[in-house]
């Protein structure tokens, strides 16, 4: 009677064990795939934070901006859009859709100072030394493209 316990007892420890380490793996894989889905939406947005650029600084010189940098911006726009729809848990979830369709702001630039924000935001969680380096070289550029005497290399 003891051996059969002990083998009852053994099997259900077997079969809680296995049980644990797949809630385990699923939570893992999860976690995974919303680090995946953060970085994609990260990178989408530095890049249509740099389409956003041109928007500003064709509005800085009363110019219209091309056609083809606005249809990016929309493409982007509803690519990042369809990655959030997988990552409903996102912090930066809310303020990251006001950036892209609100219409609250009056002038390219408040988009784009928004974006940054954003950027910042959630580059913090995802790659804080990397944001900081980028920040630093965004910060020198912007100086630098200030300036009209000085060309860009």
Known sequence: M???????LSFFFGIA???????LNKKRDKQ????EGKFKVY???LSLWSDYFWV???EMHKKQ???EILQRI???KWKIADELRLLDDLPELEIILQSLFSKEFKTANEKYLRLNEVINSLGQSINP????IMRKISDVNIKYLADPNNRIP
């Open 17 to 23: 064990t296995a049980w644990f380490a797949g809630w």
């Open 43 to 45: 990178m989408l947005l």
């Open 74 to 76: 929309e493409y982007r």
């Open 32 to 35: 995974k795939q919303i680090e």
């Open 2 to 8: 003891q051996a059969f316990a002990n083998y009852l």
């Open 129 to 132: 030394r990397y944001t900081a």
């Open 56 to 58: 500003t600084t064709a």
């Open 65 to 67: 901006t091309s056609p």
